[in-house]
């Protein structure tokens, strides 16, 4: 009774083993290619700026900016058409709640918007229509009397 007891037990430990290394297998191959995904993406960005001549100051600029942007859209991955979809699910007072969670934080401390912090409301309204954009130091925003 034993011996077949055993026999039982190994070939179950067997086949969930098999599985256990299948599923880790096919993670680290997962991400191994998304690794050299994101090298072949810095691979043909710097082809494409040397052979353009542009000058290193510019190179690194632009090649910062295009790291921190990949490295923005892979840690919100698929979220940008997601988003879009809530907001048509959603209520619109639903929608804003979630927005002024989302973006409360940010707007708040704005100097230009000190004068809301204590209208809830206007600022749940205001963060119900952010779009997420990317903007480096010196972009302008918005000019006077827009």
């Known amino acids: 009774l034993e011996m077949c007891f055993v026999s039982v037990l ?5 086949v969930v ?13 997962s991400l191994q290619s ?7 993406r810095i691979r043909v960005l710097s082809r494409y700026l040397s052979s353009n001549r542009v000058p290193d100051q ?9 790291l921190f942007l990949w ?8 979220y940008g058409g997601y988003e879009a979809e809530l907001k048509e699910q959603l209520t619109p007072a639903l929608w804003g709640q979630l927005c002024y969670h989302n973006y409360r934080q940010v707007l708040k401390p704005l100097p230009f918007l000190a004068w809301l ?5 206007v600022l749940q309204a205001l963060a119900s229509s952010v779009l997420n954009v990317v903007r480096e130091r010196g972009d302008v925003v ?4 827009q």
């Open 10 to 14: 190994l070939g179950v430990a067997t």
């Open 17 to 29: 083993f098999a599985s256990l290394m299948g599923a880790l297998t096919d993670l680290i191959i």
């Open 34 to 40: 998304e690794g050299r995904g994101h090298d072949e």
């Open 58 to 66: 510019l190179y690194q600029n632009i090649r910062h900016h295009m």
């Open 71 to 78: 490295g923005t859209q892979k840690s919100c991955q698929g």
């Open 117 to 121: 912090v204590d209208y809830e409301v």
């Open 142 to 145: 918005f000019r006077t009397g």
